[in-house]
């Protein structure tokens, strides 16, 4: 039936005849929305308003889509600037029938596919091609800007089919990867119950489970099912245990399930969008914030602006979709018989266009508008070819649409704004996204920010790229909070070194000294030289986690502190047995000379390599991406792979630390001259102290916050057994 109706329409009839088969008058005829006439005329559908009350097309009071207008105003931009061309189309004057679908293809199509609009005294001619309509399932255009279901590249069903925006295989491919590269593997889908959302979700779910992806839930509903409906998805996602939501869904069906979901509380979640993530009017809902997912390019199209803000109460009362725009947005009503506002004042002129602020006033984000202009474009190119030869053009000439048909084929051309325009043996174009995220500006307000780009044209491995990581660390990667860290840290980092250093430098000057030489030098130098890489290690817990940084982090804390507890120990027990073994003929103090006291802390520490081995082994730390305590960030942190091996080396250091104190505690009434065992026990009650509360203070603390407190436990610990070592020396 599609490629029937076209080809009836695709003739250039010369009058109405009274025809009872092709020329019937069904119902009222529909006057388009937008209209001017000319030797040629492309027609043009667009969901301005989202319902229809009754099968006589009268539209509700719902508020109309201004963005829709837009595009519809955007088309007879592009024909007026065609018509002023002399290189395409010279001689030959475009014209237009714009009417508003309604969500609806009796409401949007019938008029270009009824015989009845050859008779209607506005068409000067019969209509070509059809330019629009933005869901995929009424849409039947020959050529879209935004109908992207993927059934539409089937040539079987749809040989007339062309369309400027990439199709949802593509996109559905991208969102796949988006999910993979950001280790989302627990998800939640929703989609639109229309051809739309269920090839776009069947084509995603496949690319997710080749990518090994997990799905909880896969939901659908459309805007005009029950509310009941509705209401069910809602509470599937309350209560599911997936954080993060893709979608493939119509901007308006987003809005009634974002709508239901502000009625109840909601945990944070992750929001992948479609096509709906470009769409300024969803701004508004605040549980998107951190929203992330594949939208039309940016672009600019000159002189569009200042075209729809020409526009004046005389201009706009020539056309009841502008009127009801000006009426609307100037809750005011211009002079006329039905139709106006009730109760409304009467516009006086003082109405500025200019100071509006509205989604049709709003060109900083043109992207649908761009494939608008895109399709149009490649209508009239079609036409060229068919009706034009190297010197002229043929106003009378006849043509068929499978004529324009097999032009669009072959059409080849770059727009004035620099986009070039080609489909492929299916009417697609190459597919291009950018990567947008919903990011808070500084009024708090949300904005969208490009991060990241797909482009099908490039070798497959490169198809998929992100220039910023989305969330915490780019949004706050200067300010206050970089420079407190260089300032503050970092100096005190240098400051607890340099004074290491120092001890070690006089140490070793007076290396030859009885007091040192009684102190066993080589253990004391061991003991300075791990603090000195104690501190040295909280530097790994700083900037962005890698593998090998994750590895590291743990394990060299877990070494370095081991090495130093067991030199306290050593000269602990050393001390201790010194004083113990006073016994005639005991030979005790064999078994604690210099070489026994170097195997015992080789010993120590080599019990801890060998945790950490093991630990790096079966499960070791890995880079991991937080969605957990924020849904408008992304933390970026060390997930610790096996919490039993992060406790045993955490348990191996408490166990030393806690002997080391018994020892030290014992020999606390020495002499004066061995007092050293006083700071000893002073610095590990100090030391276990610390500990014992990080443990409930680690796992408490939520994000980035756990490497904060990780790195004050080990400043807090080392700092008082270098005032031990001081005290020492």
């Not at 599609?2 to 119902?27: E, H, M, Q, Y």
């Not at 939901?219 to 509310?227: I, K, L, N």
């Not at 068919?386 to 669009?408: E, G, H, M, R, Y």
């Amino acid at each position: 039936m599609f490629v029937s109706t076209l080809w009836i329409n695709g003739r250039r009839p010369a009058a109405c005849k009274a025809d009872p088969v092709s020329c019937r008058l069904w119902t009222e005829p529909l006057l388009p929305g937008l209209h001017m006439n000319g030797d040629f005329v492309i027609g043009g559908s667009f969901s301005i308003h989202y319902y229809v009350r009754s099968e006589q097309n009268t539209y509700t009071r719902q508020p109309m889509d201004f963005r829709q207008l837009r595009f519809a105003r955007a088309m007879e931009f592009t024909i007026h600037e065609i018509n002023n061309r002399t290189d395409l189309l010279p001689g030959i004057t475009l014209g237009f029938q714009i009417h508003d679908s309604c969500s609806e293809l009796t409401n949007g199509m019938e008029p270009f596919f009824n015989d009845t609009d050859s008779c209607s005294k506005s068409a000067s001619a019969a209509v070509p091609a059809v330019v629009g309509e933005s869901n995929s399932t009424p849409s039947v255009a020959l050529v879209s800007p935004y109908s992207t279901c993927a059934c539409l590249s089937d040539k079987t069903q749809y040989p007339s089919y062309f369309r400027t925006v990439p199709s949802d295989d593509h996109q559905a491919t991208a969102m796949a990867k988006l999910v993979k590269y950001f280790g989302w593997t627990w998800i939640g889908a929703v989609r639109s119950d229309t051809d739309y959302g269920n090839y776009g979700m069947a084509s995603f779910l496949k690319a997710a489970q080749e990518e090994g992806i997990c799905v909880e839930y896969s939901e659908s509903y459309y805007r005009t099912q029950p509310r009941s409906k509705l209401e069910r998805v809602a509470n599937v996602i309350r209560r599911s245990t997936a954080r993060v939501i893709v979608t493939v869904i119509h901007v308006g069906d987003l809005k009634f399930l974002l709508e239901e979901l502000s009625r109840q509380p909601l945990p944070p979640l992750q929001w992948v969008g479609s096509y709906w993530i470009t769409d300024p009017d969803i701004l508004r809902f605040n549980m998107c914030a951190g929203a992330i997912g594949f939208g039309i390019p940016r672009s600019v199209i000159p002189g569009l602006r200042e075209f729809l803000l020409d526009l004046s109460p005389a201009q706009a009362m020539k056309s009841p979709l502008l009127t009801e725009f000006w009426e609307s947005s100037f809750s005011c009503s211009l002079k006329r018989k039905t139709g106006s506002f009730v109760g409304a004042r009467e516009c006086d002129g003082s109405e500025d266009i200019r100071a509006l602020q509205n989604p049709y006033t709003d060109t900083s984000q043109l992207r649908v508008t761009n494939m608008v202009y895109k399709s149009t474009y490649a209508v009239a190119h079609a036409i060229h070819g068919v009706i034009c030869n190297d010197t002229q053009c043929d106003k009378s000439a006849k043509f068929t649409p499978w004529q324009i048909l097999n032009q669009l084929k072959s059409v080849n051309f770059t727009t004035k704004n620099g986009y070039q325009v080609t489909f492929d043996s299916k009417g697609d174009p190459v597919a291009d996204f950018e990567l947008i995220n919903w990011q808070f500006k500084k009024d708090v307000s949300l904005e969208f920010v490009t991060v990241g780009r797909y482009d099908s044209s490039k070798p497959k491995a490169q198809e998929f790229s992100v220039s910023k990581t989305p969330g915490y660390f780019f949004t706050y990667s200067t300010g206050w909070v970089s420079q407190y860290m260089s300032d503050s840290f970092f100096s005190l980092l240098f400051c607890l070194i340099c004074n290491l250093n120092l001890n070690l430098s006089v140490f070793y000057k007076h290396r030859t000294s009885p007091i040192v030489r009684a102190n066993n030098s080589e253990l004391s130098f061991l003991l300075l030289f791990s603090l000195t890489l104690c501190f040295l290690c909280s530097l790994t817990f700083i900037g962005q986690p890698s593998e090998w940084s994750c590895m590291l982090r743990h394990t060299a804390f877990g070494i370095t502190f081991v090495l130093c507890i067991s030199c306290v120990l050593g000269k602990t027990i050393v001390v201790l047995m010194a004083f113990r073994a006073t016994l005639p003929g005991s030979n005790a103090m064999k078994w604690f000379g210099p070489p026994q006291q170097r195997l015992s802390v080789l010993t120590f520490t080599l019990i801890q390599v060998l945790i950490c081995v093991l630990w790096l082994t079966i499960s070791p730390p890995f880079p991991f991406k937080n969605l957990k305590h924020y849904k408008e960030r992304i933390i970026l942190e060390c997930e610790l792979g096996s919490a039993i091996g992060f406790w045993a080396v955490l348990g191996y250091i408490g166990f030393l630390a806690l002997l080391c104190f018994i020892f030290a505690f014992l020999a606390r009434k020495l002499p004066d001259n061995f007092n050293e065992a006083k700071f000893i026990t002073f610095s590990m009650l100090i030391f276990c102290a610390v500990w014992v509360t990080f443990i409930p203070a680690y796992v408490s603390s939520p994000g980035k916050f756990t490497v904060a407190v990780e790195i004050f436990a080990i400043l807090a610990s080392k700092s008082f057994i270098n005032y031990k070592c001081r005290t020492m020396f």
